[in-house]
């Protein structure tokens, strides 16, 4: 609650904003005073900012305000148990925008504005309407339908009318899922990893709004980039500058989860011939973590899309409570991950990731020795 505290003490700043403003429109009647653009961070390395953050910017230098406007979470580093579980809040927030732009100065991320062409009466009620989103309860961590770029879009389309939008034609990517747009987009391997791991389930429905996927920053600007205000372009190609330059670290070689999943494969092989204790909990620990991981937040956790997958099916760590009973479950447990990884080959699921198509060989691997190694066992007993 202390991350939230303090997130609640800068909602505060702006609060004088709206009176501001106001009184900034009686002065200057006709006068555009306002500017309200949409600011776009690059993506980082850790897995909650893998695909960048869009934010609104409102200024109004007569009045000496300059503010960026977003939904945020608290910090899932300081409660990982009450982020696994579903139950951090997020919340409007209102930082100056020297503060949000020094925050990624230090992750060394870029930040890029893109100015919109809006009448003066739109930015003067988004400002009115955004000012009174500060004073919202805190809601229940949601990144699917209060992400920052859905959430900057259903702000502008509220204070526009949607009536007043034109969109252009949707491109073809609209037509799937909001997991194809974003699983696609996630260029570090580990936070895709780790993120089709949590997202076990399906990501909604096809049939919601298309404003509604546009989830990533990037589609945010290429939907405005599109569309229309009463007539006119939002955005222009012109109204676009660099807030914050990338600051690019060395390439380093990096071990992926693709590399760890074919060595734990590699430890699988090589103990079909060996039978070694050791060898074999070194591929069943992180396939069962995995397993049990998944099946906890299946069970306990209210984060969108941690439903029942396949993706659970040759990670369950429920057939290993029954040990004693191994010789029964171990060959089907491993013909069924058998199936499953040809159903996936033959059927791609947009959630699988390719590491979780090796760990699950060497799941199957890993059975097939057990198996064989209790029937061995009863072999000397017998004679």
Avoid at 60 to 80: F, Q, R, T, W
Avoid at 177 to 199: G, H, Q, Y
Wanted: charged share 20%.
């Amino acid at each position: 609650m202390k991350a939230l505290c303090r997130l609640l003490l800068l909602a505060l700043l702006p609060l004088y904003a709206f009176a501001q403003v106001d009184t900034a429109a009686i002065l200057h009647p006709t006068e555009d005073f306002v500017t309200v653009s949409v600011c776009v961070a690059s993506p980082g390395e850790e897995a909650s900012s893998s695909l960048g953050h869009a934010c609104l910017r409102l200024q109004c230098p007569s009045a000496d305000l300059d503010y960026v406007y977003s939904y945020e979470a608290e910090d899932p580093k300081e409660d990982m148990f009450r982020f696994f579980t579903g139950k951090l809040k997020m919340l409007v927030l209102a930082v100056p925008s020297k503060i949000y732009v020094a925050h990624y100065a230090q992750e060394g991320r870029g930040v890029e504005e893109y100015i919109l062409n809006l009448p003066v009466r739109v930015k003067q009620r988004l400002w009115q309407q955004m000012d009174k989103r500060l004073a919202y309860t805190p809601v229940p961590y949601d990144y699917l339908n209060r992400g920052c770029a859905v959430s900057v879009l259903q702000w502008l389309e509220d204070a526009i009318g949607k009536d007043s939008i034109d969109y252009a034609p949707w491109p073809e990517k609209y037509n799937g899922s909001r997991a194809d747009m974003a699983f696609d987009s996630i260029t570090n391997e580990w936070s895709r990893f780790l993120l089709s791991t949590i997202v076990a389930g399906e990501v909604h429905k096809l049939n919601i709004n298309n404003t509604d996927k546009a989830i990533l920053p990037t589609e945010l600007i290429e939907v405005l980039q599109g569309a229309k205000a009463f007539g006119e372009p939002i955005l222009t190609e012109e109204n676009h500058h660099s807030l914050l330059a990338v600051k690019r670290s060395p390439q380093r070689v990096k071990v992926t989860p693709i590399m760890v999943a074919f060595v734990i494969l590699f430890l699988s092989l090589l103990n079909l011939r060996l039978h070694n204790v050791w060898l074999r909990w070194a591929v069943l620990l992180p396939c069962l973590l995995i397993g049990a991981f998944v099946l906890c937040l299946v069970l306990f956790s209210s984060i969108p899309c941690t439903q029942w997958s396949v993706l659970v099916v040759p990670f369950c760590p429920l057939p290993f409570i029954f040990w004693k009973w191994r010789h029964w479950w171990a060959l089907p447990f491993a013909l069924l991950c058998v199936a499953w990884i040809v159903g996936i080959l033959l059927y791609p699921h947009r959630l699988v990731d390719g590491a979780h198509i090796v760990l699950a060989a060497a799941m199957a691997l890993c059975n097939i020795e057990i198996y064989t190694k209790v029937n061995r066992y009863k072999l000397k007993i017998k004679k």
